[in-house]
């Protein structure tokens, strides 16, 4: 009697090194998923926001679109991700997921020009990021899926690179290229589903067998979504990690362009230039430190030192903003911020990929994963809206932030699988 193969090739831990036109078309495939991610959040839905709400309610009609979207997003991303591992198309389980995703993401974007309400605004924003999620969720079990240990500090350093590039080309493409609000969304939904094409067809995606598919269980599919931290502690530890960097990171950004506006003082096209000014200088540190940070992982073999220092540096950034009201002083932040944020982008999320805890749920559990990024959006409008205007101005939200980012560096030290 012939025994199948175990596990099935799609379940296989990966040992064989991927090739460069892997990591290329893994970056700008990366690239496209955070053009769609970031111009709107960073540019676009700011604009819409003010055109439609006004100068004095700006703010909360933000708050509330991009609160919205977050939310939306929690329950997308790890969803997606457990539909993505038991998918048996003979296409793989990840690519029908990153091509289609990717696709209704780019019209959904594209609809927003169509809005002349904040609750229109937020419906498509939230149908976006359903869509721009799901596509993700299968692009970061790729990782984990193709990607051997050795080599997945550089392969997070180049999705770390294009994360960054894909903020700073989304902002200066609308800010400087297309000035137009309309066309510059027009422009990043194309470029949002065009970048993910190459990897989709790069990418060797061996079909899951039927056969290796669990039962549906209603019961046991929602049940799925919590990794008990008594079970795999070192899992809840990295969670715990993200949620707290990525809520300091939300705090830092989510109200930059009115940061540079009403703390700095600079008008309404100063501030924009501003913005894409601070964002260059933040993507110059991470450029610098990604690839490099991961590589170094990689040859050591070690995590947690890199992922602690480079927190630490992040709140370092935080803190500089607190007593900032020029430009010049934003830029020193920012760039203190890019180097912090590039070691950390690649080397903890090949820590992650470290502490999950089954091979036939990765896409599942990096969703899980991807709710300690996706939470802190709809958590940080709610702390950072009173913090701004009412308990103390943009002092105390940096002050805030650069706590909670240090609590992040902490949360690192207990995991133990990891070096």
Same mark, same amino acid.
């Given at each position: 009697m012939t025994t199948p193969p175990v596990p099935a090739a =799609?379940?296989?831990e990966p040992t064989v090194r991927v090739r460069a036109t892997f990591l290329a078309t893994l970056a700008l495939a990366n690239l496209g998923i955070w053009l769609a991610f970031f111009t709107p959040i960073q540019n676009l839905l700011p604009r819409f926001s003010e055109d439609i709400a006004g100068a004095d309610g700006k703010e909360t009609a933000l708050a509330v679109v991009t609160g919205v979207g977050a939310f939306v997003a929690i329950i997308a991303n790890p969803l997606a991700g457990a539909l993505s591992d038991r998918t048996t198309s003979r296409f793989g389980r990840r690519r029908p997921w990153l091509l289609l995703g990717a696709f209704f993401g780019a019209i959904a974007i594209a609809l927003l020009s169509t809005q002349s309400t904040i609750v229109g605004l937020a419906v498509f924003w939230g149908l976006g990021q359903a869509a721009i999620n799901a596509s993700y969720a299968g692009l970061t079990a790729t990782i984990p899926d193709q990607v051997p240990v050795a080599q997945r500090g550089i392969a997070s350093g180049w999705v770390g690179l294009s994360q960054t590039l894909g903020i700073v080309l989304g902002v200066a493409l609308v800010t400087f290229v297309v000035l137009g609000l309309v066309p510059g969304t027009y422009l990043t939904a194309v470029l949002a589903f065009v970048l993910v094409i190459p990897f989709v067809l790069v990418l060797k995606d061996p079909p899951l067998p039927r056969a290796d598919r669990p039962p549906f269980k209603l019961g046991e599919f929602i049940r799925g979504f919590w990794v008990s931290p008594r079970k795999h502690p070192d899992f809840a !530890? =990295? !969670?715990l990690a993200r949620f707290l960097v990525s809520l300091g990171s939300a705090l830092a950004t989510l109200y930059l362009l009115f940061f540079l506006q009403d703390r700095v003082?600079? @008008? %309404?096209?100063?501030? +924009?230039? +501003?913005?894409?000014?601070?964002? +260059?200088?933040? =993507?110059?540190?991470? *450029?610098l430190t990604a690839v490099i940070g991961g590589l170094l992982s990689d040859r050591s073999g070690k995590r947690k030192i890199?992922? /602690?220092?480079?927190?630490? /540096?992040?709140a370092v950034a935080a803190l500089v903003l607190i007593g900032t009201t020029t430009l010049h002083m934003a830029m020193v932040a920012a760039l203190i911020l890019g180097l912090g944020y590039g070691v950390y982008l690649a080397v903890d999320q090949a820590l992650i990929t470290q502490v999950l805890p089954n091979a %036939? @749920?990765?896409?599942? @559990?990096?969703?899980?994963?991807? *709710?300690?990024?996706?939470?802190?959006?709809?958590?940080?409008?709610? /702390?950072a809206a009173p913090l701004v205007t009412v308990l103390g101005g943009y002092p105390v939200l940096y002050a805030v932030t650069a706590g909670i980012v240090i609590l992040g560096a902490l949360a690192i030290i207990p995991i133990k699988s990891v070096r």
């Open positions: =799609a379940l296989a !530890w =990295a !969670w003082g600079l @008008d %309404e096209t100063a501030a +924009g230039q +501003g913005q894409t000014l601070l964002v +260059g200088l933040y =993507a110059l540190g991470t *450029i890199y992922v /602690i220092v480079a927190t630490l /540096i992040m %036939e @749920d990765r896409a599942r @559990d990096l969703g899980v994963i991807n *709710i300690a990024n996706s939470a802190p959006q709809v958590l940080a409008p709610v /702390i």
